[in-house]
């Protein structure tokens, strides 16, 4: 239970996350698109790269944060899909961090959290998220969660992290979608309700039933540990996701967070 609210220190970045992604989509023209990319599965090398390079950027950008950063807990990696129209494209402007992306770019969001003794610093529970392009792991865009504000990233070549010691050692890799039978997928689905309903009792009372779960897979591993398959069940609630990670070996919830639609 200690490690399950543990990580649910996530739940709060889901206002700030809110508020960033009204600031993003409301505007008068340049409307666009972002789908989660459920499909996202990676190496323990790739996964282990990124995180690095999402660290380089705030290492580069606001090297007095690092300290704030939990290097105990895993980051909060997740893939999305970016989409525009034609007509809408003319109304994104440099200073907007989508501006260089095409219609139909993956890209990966990295979140860091932050020690639990810094909450006054970062009441959402997290230092920063790092926006990656997929094509070629290039940062563009740094939202800093104790502000909310969005800093446009522009380099020309990916940074390299120099504090390595800062990776965090927990890792939850995602590996894609869980192709499971009907029986496989009730199983896990009931064990992620009763997860919430027992960590989390408000978000159990919110939970939309007639809308299917999304469950995909992942690796867990924590330093030299064995690495561990898991399913990710993705439950909802109005107006936010739930991912619930479960080790697929011994049914264990060992960990759940909040995340916008």
Known sequence: M???????RICTILALIAFSCTGLHAMQRGVFRIFYD??????AEEYQQKVSIALAAIEQERPEYLPYIDTGMAVGLTGRIYEIDDEEKLYITPSQPYYHLKSG?????V????????????PSGAVAQVYIRAEDNMPFCIEWLDSGKEQV???????SLEAIHLLPTK????RGMAEVTEEVKERFVSLAREGVKKAMPHWYNELIPNVAPILTRFW?????????PGIQVVLHMRGMRI??????????????CADEV
Request: proline letters at 5%; aromatic letters at 10%.
């Open 2 to 8: 200690k490690s399950i609210l543990r990580n649910i």
């Open 220 to 228: 867990a591993c924590t330093g030299d540990e064995k690495v561990r």
């Open 171 to 174: 890792r939850i890799i995602p």
């Open 38 to 43: 459920w499909t996202l599965s990676l190496t």
């Open 243 to 256: 991912p619930v990670f479960i080790l697929e070996d011994t049914g264990e919830v060992i960990g759940m």
């Open 111 to 122: 979140i860091f959290h932050s020690k639990m003794e810094e909450s006054s610093h970062f």
């Open 105 to 109: 770019a993956r890209y990966c969001k």
């Open 153 to 159: 990233l522009n380099y020309n070549e990916v940074p």
